[in-house]
Structure formats: C-alpha cells, structure tokens
C-alpha cells in the first residue's frame, strides 16, 4: 500500500462540477466498505457552504484545512484552472494531489509539478485516473468492482487499460497492493521510476506490472532503476509510426519512443514483456514461481 | 497545432527577434503589387508544412527579374505532395555563419530544454548522430521568466552575444505561445546583426483556445467532426470498426485485432465520461467509414457509465453488426438493456476481437 491508507482525509478539489461530485459519492461509497476516511472535503471557489453527498464544500483547500484533517487532494477542476489548482493544494500543505483533468496545457503542468515539488508535495498525473488500493483506499476514478486485495502493483500510463490489466488480475486469482494510473501526458508528476520507489519500500508488494504507451522514454528509466521483480505489456505496436516534433524531440529522447522499441529494451533487461493483456497473469504466475 | 514558417516569424518579430524583410504571396500576380520592395537577390520559399522542405525544391533562389517566374513555378508544383498556396519571398541575407537553435520540454527532467549547435543548417540531425558533442543541451526551472544568463553563455559558447539575446526572446515566444516546439535553424549572424532565416513553431493543442486558435489545421476533416463530440478519431483501412475509451485500450484493442491477424478500420477513443449521446455519434461516425464490416466496442467503465454506452449504441441503431465487451461502471445495467434488444455481448477483450476477425474472414 503506497500514498495513502485508511486514514488518510481526501480533499476533492471542483467538488461541485459534474465528475467531482459523482466521484466523491464513489469515493465516499468505496471508503465506507473497506472502513477509510475518504473524502472529508470539498473545494469549489464561490461555492463554500455547500454538502455534496453530505460532505462539506470550503472556497479554499487552507479554509477547508482548518476545518477538516486531510493529507491529499484530488483536483477534477477542468483543463485551464487545473494546475492553480494543485498549486493552492500544496501551497496548503497537503503532501500528494492526484490530478485528475485532462487536457491540461503543458506549460501549466511543468509549473504546477514545479511549484508543488519545491513545496515537498508529490503529484500523480495529470489525465490520469489516481490510483486505488484494494480493501484500503481510492483516490480517483477507478471501477472499484474489478479489483480483489494481493501483492501485485500496477503502475500504469493509461486509465482504462489499467482496469483491463486489472480485471485480467482479479479473474486470474491474482489480487493487487496498490495500482497507480500515473497519466499519458507528455509532463507528470509521479513517474514509472518515482513509483516503483515506492513499492519497493512496501512489503506488501512481491510484483510489478508495469503499463506502458507509445511516446516518451519513462518506461524503460524506471525498469533500470529498480529491483523489484516486473512484468510489462506496452500498447501501441500497430500505430501508425507517430508524427515526430522535429528534430528536436527525436535528439532528447535519444532514440526512437514507439512501442516495439520500447519492447526491445525492456526485453533486453530482462523483464517478460506480454504480447496481449490477457497474457500478464501467466508471466506473474511464472515470476512468481522463478522467485519462489 | 503546427505553424508556417511566416506565421512563426510574426510571432517571433513581436519578440524583437530579427527576421527577414518578407512578402506573402498567395498568387504569382500579387507579387506585381509589392516590386517596388523587391531591389536585390531573394530567397522565395513555399510556405508548407512538409520536413526537408529545401531538398524537395521548396526554396528557390531569384532576383527582380525571375521572382514572378519562380513563384509561378513553385505555386504549379507539390512539396512532398503538399500543394504550394502560398510563397514568402524575403531578401536574400548575407550569411557569415549559421547557428541551430531548438527549445522543447523535456519529459523525463519536466524542464524547458534548449539546444544549441554552432553548425546549424541542414543535416542537424545528422551532425547530432555524428557528433555527439555537436549540439549541447541546458534545461532549467520552468517557474524562471528568463534563460539564466549562466547558463546562456554556457549554451552558447563562442557565439555573438547578440546570439544570447535572441535564444532568451525566443524562450520568451515559447512560454507566451505554449509552443511544445520553437526553433530556429538556421539562426544567421549577417553584417547587419542576427537574423532568424527559418522559423518553427508548434503549439500545444491543450493550448488553442487561449492562444485563439479557433481551427487545428493539423486535422483532417473527418478528424475535426470528430473531435466536435470529444473524440480522437483516425481512419484506417481494415474492415473492423473500433469504439474505445482511453487511447491505452483503444491502442490494445488495435494490436489485438493486428494479433489474431485482423485489420483495423479505425481508432475511436470516445474519451473520457462519454454519456449516450457521443456513443451514438461515435458508432454512426465508423458505421460511416467504408470498409467496416462489423464494429467492436470495448469500453471499460470508469469516469464512463456503461448503461450510458449501452444506450447509445442502442440509440444508433445501426445495420452494421455491433459487438459489445463492457466492464466496469454501471456495466451490470448495461448488459442487461443491450441483452434485451439482442446485441452480441462477450465479456473480454480477447473474445470480442477473436469474434470480429472471424466475422470478417
């Protein structure tokens, strides 16, 4: 279990947009299953004074800070007021904000990630779908039904695929620590490498399966900087070869960023690389027994 | 969003870089109107958005006397099969030396990163495979208004100080545009100072709208329509319809399709939080494309309600056959409607696709 557990008070940030709401009743319905905290506030500048799903909403994270304990926040504030969003979060004092918005612009997200490093908080997106550890905690978007409680972590690039290689899992008796949708945005903040330090650290992960994208290079930085025993399935392998950014991006990412590459690298580490999604639970089953 | 050369050089001069005295021509005769500003040698350049535009004989050298005679020839021609609509024709430079310059975002540090070669021009990439130590790199805070002046000498070098200036008002263009890409190669000292002889900019698609860029022309049509419902949209040339959402899943379902040795006609990410509507439009828009002979939708429920899809591929209604996978959100609901008006339903994603292949021989 990495990020958070049971006790940890989520703050939910657009708390009274149409995803903010919906999903703190989800959040609040998985809290009371499994005995957490969950969501203990919301935050919709103007719209303070308001219960959404009986939870209080504030103007402000540090107004709802002074009334409520929370460590984290989940921002759902839409593309262009998103990073202020995690700004004013770790400019609180919370140490984790999961970004949930898409469409972000990329200027914004370098300088929120930025800002809210130097102020010692980590953030996880954005366009991701937050991460959820089965029978502890959720902070985000996922199915909570397709999960079962195990010692296989998942860190992942994508949102629904994650479910995918998730309920793959689950059917295969293979139940899950903790699974981290990271976002497919070219900047974010928690990267492949940043959470596999963290399962590392974790006794109850043994395993984990890292999900990866065309673009980029993360996958294979965080396979090189680890120990713990993985498994990788990379989508993409029939994309069309992507439009590359001049030449500038091809000489920082040095070398090519489409999947079959990646593929290769990953497999030249060593590390089972899956053909189909439903091939994961067999390479964690063979890990497991190369491991015993 | 990519720019051309002439837009990028606009927004480049209200940054104070110096760019060449330049004519926009959309037709050889408009050139008639401006031959008063023509004195010397020019440099007349076909504005499209194609890489190696110089080698495929989109930059033409010309004078006074053979300009209208070069346009003509550059407006009857294609560039990479890119036809020419409009031509710059600015006055030739007299180059001493050609520098490259390139800012983008470096993912892995989360940092602005700026290269910079002494030798710019052609073959860039090319001297950088080379010569490794050909082009050098700095990358820095985002939240610095400025290129830290140490570190602009540590990129620069040898350069002209002027040379400095203009990679710092260029960082400028590339914050205030939230460009992903500015570059300038070459970047020219010239008797009368730097000037910018090429211009790249690309913008951030996330960014359009604040930029005000009402049109991304970097969409085809089908692509833009598609784009209105909130979807990512590429037509392909299978025979299997695919909806998705999450580009992730979407991505898998092509490669399982290109596994059991299917072909794909489409990429349809319906994107996040699709109510039954936009399923709708999205199972119309492949049922649309000509070579669909069946269409699978896989959606897994997150942020999206599978009752919402179900409704929607209902609501469509269309004769192509549909075959269903839905997990997740509300999924129990939605099986049930969509079982109640007889759709094909398998319950993963091997299945559905193993399935399409089959139906499509």
């Given at each position: ?292 | ?335 049930r409607l969509l079982s109640e008006k007889g759709y094909e339903m398998l319950d993963t994603m091997d299945h559905v696709v193993r399935k399409a292949v089959e139906v499509t021989g």
């Open positions: 279990m990495i990020y958070g557990d049971r006790k940890t008070g989520i703050i939910v940030t657009g708390a009274t947009g149409r995803q903010g709401e919906y999903h703190i009743g989800l959040m609040n319905e998985y809290a009371r299953q499994v005995g957490g905290r969950g969501v203990v506030a919301g935050v919709t500048p103007k719209k303070g004074g308001q219960t959404i799903h009986g939870v209080s909403v504030y103007n402000t994270v540090k107004e709802a800070l002074a009334e409520q304990d929370a460590a984290a926040a989940v921002v759902f504030v839409p593309g262009g007021a998103a990073a202020d969003s995690i700004m004013e979060a770790a400019d609180a004092g919370l140490e984790l904000v999961v970004a949930i918005t898409e469409h972000v612009p990329v200027h914004d997200t370098m300088k929120a990630i930025a800002y809210a490093e130097m102020q010692g908080c980590a953030v996880i997106g954005p366009n991701c779908p937050g991460f959820l550890s089965p029978g502890a905690v959720k902070m985000g978007i996922m199915p909570a039904g397709l999960f079962s409680q195990g010692h296989v972590g998942v860190i992942s690039r994508s949102g629904t695929l994650t479910y995918e290689v998730v309920d793959e899992l689950t059917r295969a008796g293979i139940g899950q620590s903790t699974v981290v949708g990271i976002g497919g945005d070219p900047v974010i903040g928690q990267t492949f490498a940043d959470v596999l330090e963290q399962f590392a650290e974790d006794p109850e992960t043994k395993a984990v399966v890292l999900i990866g994208e065309v673009g980029g290079n993360l996958e294979a930085e965080g396979a090189k900087s680890t120990d713990v025993p993985l498994v990788a399935y990379i989508a993409g392998v029939s994309a069309p070869p992507d439009k590359r950014m001049g030449h500038a991006g091809a000489i920082v990412e040095g070398g090519e960023s489409d999947a079959r590459s990646k593929i290769a690298k990953l497999k030249k580490m060593d590390i089972p690389v899956a053909a189909r999604p439903s091939e994961i639970p067999d390479l964690i089953r063979d890990l497991f027994r190369c491991h015993c | 969003m990519k720019l051309l050369e002439y837009e990028a050089k606009q927004l480049f001069a209200k940054e104070g870089i110096r760019v060449p005295k330049g004519i926009l021509a959309g037709k050889h005769e408009e050139i008639l109107l401006h031959m008063d500003e023509i004195t010397g040698n020019v440099v007349v350049k076909a504005q499209v958005d194609v890489g190696g535009r110089g080698k495929a004989g989109g930059i033409l050298m010309a004078d006074r006397d053979t300009v209208i005679e070069t346009a003509r020839q550059l407006f009857s021609t294609t560039i990479k099969g890119v036809p020419v609509q409009r031509v710059l024709i600015e006055e030739r430079l007299d180059i001493q030396h050609e520098y490259y310059v390139s800012i983008t975002i470096d993912r892995a540090k989360k940092q602005p990163v700026i290269l910079f070669a002494e030798a710019g021009g052609m073959d860039i990439e090319e001297t950088a495979q080379k010569k490794e130590d050909a082009i050098r790199s700095i990358n820095f805070s985002p939240l610095l208004p400025d290129v830290p002046g140490f570190l602009l000498r540590e990129l620069c070098g040898n350069a002209p100080a002027e040379i400095q200036k203009t990679v710092n008002q260029l960082y400028h263009v590339f914050c205030k545009k939230d460009a992903l890409l500015a570059e300038i190669n070459p970047l020219v000292t010239t008797p009368d100072g730097v000037y910018a002889a090429d211009a790249k900019l690309i913008i951030d698609d996330n960014s359009l709208v604040r930029q005000g860029i009402a049109v991304n022309r970097d969409l085809t049509e089908r692509e833009r329509e598609a784009e209105k419902f909130g979807f990512s949209f590429v037509q392909l040339d299978g025979t299997i319809g695919v909806i998705g959402n999450g580009a992730g899943l979407t991505m898998a379902t092509l490669d399982l399709i290109e596994y059991y040795g299917g072909k794909a006609a489409d990429f349809l990410d319906v994107g996040g939080g699709a109510d039954s509507e936009r399923v709708m439009h999205a199972v119309h828009l492949v049922a649309g494309v000509p070579s669909v002979k069946v269409i699978v939708v896989n959606l897994l429920g997150g942020i999206t309600r599978c009752d919402e899809v179900a409704r929607g591929i209902i609501a469509a209604g269309v004769s192509v056959p549909v075959i269903v996978r839905i997990a997740g959100t509300n999924a129990e609901e939605g099986r």
